[in-house]
Structures are given as structure tokens and as C-alpha cells.
């Protein structure tokens, strides 16, 4: 317990000093964009997909919204399906805003596909795991009723994050993979939950560093293009489970 309260500690202090590092070498600050987009012809099949989530489907940094991951995986279904997809995604948010802000608009109608991708911020600014564990699960639980099937992200090597200082990496690694599990476990048991395996594609946010946008913290278009090919093979599967 007392070193798990310890890593979160020294991650809310990387990030702080992230911040502090931002200011001192005028590193870029952007804002994202509304990732909501229709996909296909209109003759194709309907899906309805609806994304919830922080920065990761917001893309900041990135010069058009059609260069986010999920308006990639959007053209993607696009050529099997006529796709509406609706992001509620806002940049900032840990589990619990998309809980109380998010999910409320999600259920107002069904949705074949959800899709959520939260965690990073919650680690950042030291939320636990225990609690981070019970959000996550509270997500899903809210979504399941209006959603036929539900992917999870994942959470990536946040020791990869060029920002933060080199010393807080390790637990900033150790902290990413605690949540990157922690959506294993929520979709443990739950047949209609995926989850991305996102730390096969880990190493390559090490040594790339044209997958990083100009602010050092968020994607470039060449990782969305990653996330993307990450993605998209749990969302077949999920189509699978759908009969679709």
C-alpha cells in the first residue's frame, strides 16, 4: 500500500515538473478536437459506435481530427459499414469525469460499439488503483445496458512520455502498466468487453520519437496511425461477438 501511495506521489511530482519543463523550454501547448464523424455509404450496413475518453481521441498536437485513431478506425469500418461514430472524449479527463460527464450522454441512445480510452490522467495526478479499478468497472457496468459491446483501450508505457523527467520514468512505467492491467481485470469476465493490447506496441513510443507530438506528452499522427493498427483487431473481434 505505502509504496503504491509512493508512486503515485512521485507521478502527480513528475507531472508537475513536466509542466515546469514546458514553461522553462516554450514546448507547444494545443488543444484537441471533436473526433465525431460518419463513415461510408449509406447503403452499407448501420453501426453506431460512441467514444469516451481524455486526450487520447481528442488528439491534440494534430493538424487535421482525421488523423485521430479513432477517426482512422472510423474510414477503417467505413469500407464494410456506414459508421456514425459520436465522441464525447474531452482532453483532461481521469475515470471518474467520464464517469459523472460522459457516460450520461452515451446512454441516452444504443450504440452497437463503445469504445473508452481513460487512464492516463488518473495515474498522472495520483489517483489509486483501487479507485481507478472501480470507475473503470462503473463505466462499463453504466454502458452495458445501451451498448451491445464495449472495447477498452488499454493504457500505454507512460515511462515512454519524452516530457517527464528521466528520473520519474520508471514510476511512471510502473504506474501505466497498474492501469493497463487494471482494464485486463474490468474486462475479465464480462464477454462483451475487449481489451486493446496495447503494450505490444510499448517500445516503439521509446525509440520513435516522430510519434510524439511537438509538446512531448501526446501522439503525433504517425502514433494515432499506431494506436490505430493496435485497435483494430480488437474491434474486429468485438464485431465478432456481435455477429457483425
Known amino acids: 500500500m505505502r ?37 461510408g455509404d449509406a447503403g452499407l450496413a448501420e453501426l453506431s459506435i460512441v467514444v469516451l475518453g481524455d486526450s487520447s481521441c481528442t488528439g491534440p498536437g494534430l ?70 479499478h472501480r470507475q473503470l468497472a462503473s463505466i462499463v457496468d453504466a454502458l452495458t445496458p445501451s ?3 464495449i472495447v ?5 508505457d507512460m515511462g515512454s512520455i519524452p516530457r517527464l523527467p528521466l528520473l520519474l520514468r520508471w ?11 487494471t482494464h485486463a481485470r474490468v474486462a475479465e469476465n464480462r464477454p462483451n468487453v475487449f481489451k486493446v493490447p496495447l503494450w505490444n506496441f510499448a517500445e516503439a513510443f521509446h525509440k520513435d520519437l516522430t510519434l510524439w507530438s511537438p509538446d ?8 494515432h496511425a499506431l494506436f490505430a493498427e493496435a485497435a ?6 468485438a464485431l465478432e461477438y456481435l455477429g457483425r
Open 216 to 223: 512531448l506528452f501526446h501522439a503525433s499522427s504517425r502514433g
Open 147 to 149: 451498448t451491445e459491446a
Open 63 to 132: 493538424e487535421r481530427p482525421q488523423d485521430v485513431w479513432i477517426q482512422r478506425i472510423g474510414r477503417e469500418l467505413g469500407q464494410r459499414f456506414h459508421v456514425t461514430l459520436d465522441s464525447f472524449a474531452i482532453g483532461g479527463s481521469k475515470t471518474r469525469d467520464v464517469l459523472t460527464d460522459q457516460v450520461p450522454k452515451a446512454i441516452e441512445r444504443r450504440y452497437d460499439l463503445a469504445i473508452v480510452s481513460v487512464g492516463g490522467n488518473d495515474m498522472l495526478f495520483g489517483v489509486p488503483i483501487a479507485s481507478f
Open 171 to 181: 514510476p511512471a512505467h510502473a504506474r501505466g502498466r497498474a492501469a493497463d492491467r
Open 3 to 39: 509504496r503504491t501511495l509512493r508512486a503515485a506521489g512521485l507521478i502527480a511530482l513528475a507531472w508537475s515538473m513536466g509542466t515546469a519543463y514546458t514553461r522553462w523550454h516554450s514546448l507547444p501547448s494545443f488543444q484537441g478536437s471533436d473526433a465525431s464523424g460518419v463513415f
Open 152 to 156: 477498452l483501450s488499454g493504457v500505454g
Open 232 to 237: 483494430l483487431p480488437t474491434i474486429t473481434e
